[in-house]
């Protein structure tokens, strides 16, 4: 699967950042460091309902360009969004994009790591860069209660586990976006994603997570979804299960407030709080 050696190789040989710092002759006032971040999985933005401006983009990886008819549009206005978002919060981010899915992620895992976590010995670095993922299960449409479903979600979990302890180990931090819960029914492929990525942090994986859009509904007796006050469930389209501009906005807005505290919070007390920013969610 050529998408699947792509993201392999740049997820093992590692992602540079791509803002510089020129030689200026103004010394007063050091130049920000940008923070580099590596995003991967599903795009949270579509380019056909983007609406924000297209500010500086920093890097669009040229092995999602090559392999994609469309140069991997969703993906770019992803990056512009969030790359947005974080500058009007005050930081400025080098951003990278590779789109792989479960699928991927499974195949990255076993074919990189043979499927197993590392030792205690291989966790020297502490992270210099951030991962932002947004994986999906391959099948976003059978509700988690489905035995096949229940299966992909355990071995999900046991591959975001690996995944994040390796990305420890190559000095990056894991933030995991919170998949936004739909309303096609109570026990939706969202809320079996959400509470596979929470195994996952129960088992150990060094991630923190990000992006949070309240659930405006509840169901009721008999299953059907029922919007709490001022919500609309139409946001969530005709199937109950594709968030709209509006949603996806919101979600890029929280990504860039949790980003930006993140960042701020370890700017202000050194390398060791980004240590702590993979490594708390496993105590």
Not at 79 to 106: C, F, M, P, Y
Not at 205 to 234: W, Y
Request: charged share 15%; proline share 5%.
């Amino acid at each position: 699967m050529k998408k699947t050696l792509l993201a392999a190789c740049l997820f093992t040989v590692g992602l540079a950042a791509c803002g510089g710092g020129g030689g200026s002759s103004d010394s007063a006032q050091p130049a920000a460091k940008s923070l580099t971040i590596s995003m991967y999985g599903k795009p949270i933005v579509s380019a056909s309902s983007a609406t924000v401006a297209h500010a500086q983009f920093s890097l669009i990886s040229e092995a999602v360009a090559a392999d994609a008819a469309n140069p991997a549009s969703d993906a770019q206005a992803t990056a512009k969004s969030l790359t947005d978002a974080l500058a009007e919060r005050g930081v400025k981010a080098d951003i990278t994009n590779q789109v792989i899915d479960g699928t991927a992620l499974h195949q990255i895992v076993t074919t990189e790591y043979n499927g197993k976590s590392p030792t205690a010995d291989q966790f020297k670095t502490d992270p210099s860069s951030w991962v932002i993922v947004n994986f999906q299960l391959d099948d976003m449409v059978t509700p988690a209660s489905d035995p096949s479903q229940q299966a992909a979600m355990k071995q999900f979990t046991a591959d975001l586990l690996v995944f994040s302890q390796w990305a420890a180990v190559a000095g990056k931090a894991v933030f995991v976006v919170q998949p936004i819960i739909t309303c096609d029914t109570m026990n939706s492929a969202a809320s079996g994603l959400y509470a596979a990525e929470g195994a996952a942090l129960s088992n150990g994986a060094p991630i923190r997570f990000i992006g949070s859009v309240p659930t405006g509904f509840g169901f009721d007796t008999n299953g059907k979804p029922v919007p709490n006050t001022g919500t609309d469930l139409s946001h969530y389209g005709a199937d109950c299960r594709t968030p709209d501009t509006y949603l996806q906005n919101a979600l890029v807005d929280s990504i860039a407030d949790s980003i930006a505290f993140a960042y701020k919070e370890s700017s202000s007390t050194g390398a060791a709080s980004d240590a702590s920013v993979a490594s708390a969610a496993s105590q």
